[in-house]
């Protein structure tokens, strides 16, 4: 299997984050954390379009017609991509300037979640779900930097991480507003020499994840064994997600510099998106906000 990995991006992003296929427009978005800033190609036309937010981006997720969630600074909002209006789903109530939103995804229910994280590491950050219909809950607390989040192709599991712990754990999940139950290490990455950053599901139920301190990214089984161990196009990889017409393309977004000197990157192509292709995997689609599958 020969696999081939391309740089798709103009200009690099400092803290590229939070890749997104939206099937639809045959279009991959993410996002620059540092410089506020989210970004589109539209693989049918190679034009690229750019919306600027008001504070630091984590994640974002698709919702109906030209919007899109987001996880910025103090909160999660929706975001009207024709208009740029930001409307509040989420505020951190205080305000606290210590924390940020990082990692989100919508569950198979069609419900945002996203981590919080200290942006000192400090263990401060939440894990919040929130519905279409504005009810929130926190399903976690004490997060030093919320990772890896993303759920099993029924619905049923959720995998999540604080990055610093370097763990994936694997929680049952259930379709109504309980709480988070029966969480167990999935995978243990320090044989890896890193702690887990962004990661998706493919159709299998393999767990693709980003090993950053080391520019790797593995495949482990949904029992949590090292499947597949390839190495990144540079050497922070930070988030991955598969799109394309077949869903067989893998996205990477990669660090230039994260701001806070822990994550700068050597590469000469640090902060650039790239896709993967020739893994003989295929990834499933994102539910859209609000819409359940």
């Known amino acids: 299997m ?3 990995a391309r740089r798709l991006s103009a200009k690099p992003s400092l803290l590229g984050e939070s890749p997104v296929w939206d ?3 045959q279009r991959i978005y993410w996002v620059d954390g540092v410089s506020r800033m989210i970004h589109a190609l539209d693989t049918l036309t190679d034009e690229f379009h750019h919306w600027e937010v008001p504070s630091t981006i984590g994640s974002l997720a698709l919702a109906g017609g030209d919007g899109l969630i987001v996880g910025l600074a103090d ?3 929706s975001f009207d991509l024709a208009t740029g209006r930001l409307e509040p789903l989420y505020r951190t109530d205080p305000a606290d300037s210590r924390v940020r939103f990082n990692d989100g995804k919508v569950d198979r229910n069609g419900r945002f979640l996203c981590g919080s994280m200290g942006v000192f590491a400090e263990a401060r950050g939440e894990l919040i779900r929130v519905s279409p219909g504005g009810n929130s809950q926190v399903l976690a607390n004490g997060i030093r930097i919320s990772n890896a ?3 099993s192709p029924d619905g049923s599991v959720m995998y999540f991480a604080d990055s610093l712990d370097r763990n994936i ?3 049952r999940y259930v379709p109504g507003d309980g709480p988070l139950e029966e969480a167990r290490v999935l995978v243990d990455t320090n044989p890896y020499n890193s702690g887990p950053d962004g990661a998706t599901v493919d159709s299998d139920g393999c767990i693709w994840v980003a090993l950053i301190q080391v520019g790797k990214i593995a495949r482990f089984t949904p029992e949590g064994e090292l499947d597949r ?4 196009p540079t050497d922070m990889p930070s988030c991955v ?3 394309g017409p077949d869903m067989a393309t893998l996205y990477v977004t990669t660090i230039k510099d994260s701001g806070t000197g822990r994550a700068v990157s050597r590469h000469p192509a640090g902060g650039h998106l790239f896709a993967i292709e020739g893994l003989g995997a295929t990834g499933i689609p994102e539910t859209r906000f609000g819409h359940a599958q």
């Open 149 to 151: 989040l993303c759920f």
């Open 241 to 243: 997600a598969f799109g």
């Open 23 to 25: 099937p639809e427009r």
């Open 2 to 4: 020969i696999l081939s």
């Open 169 to 171: 754990r694997a929680y």
């Open 229 to 232: 161990l390839i190495e990144a």
């Open 75 to 77: 909160g999660i909002y």
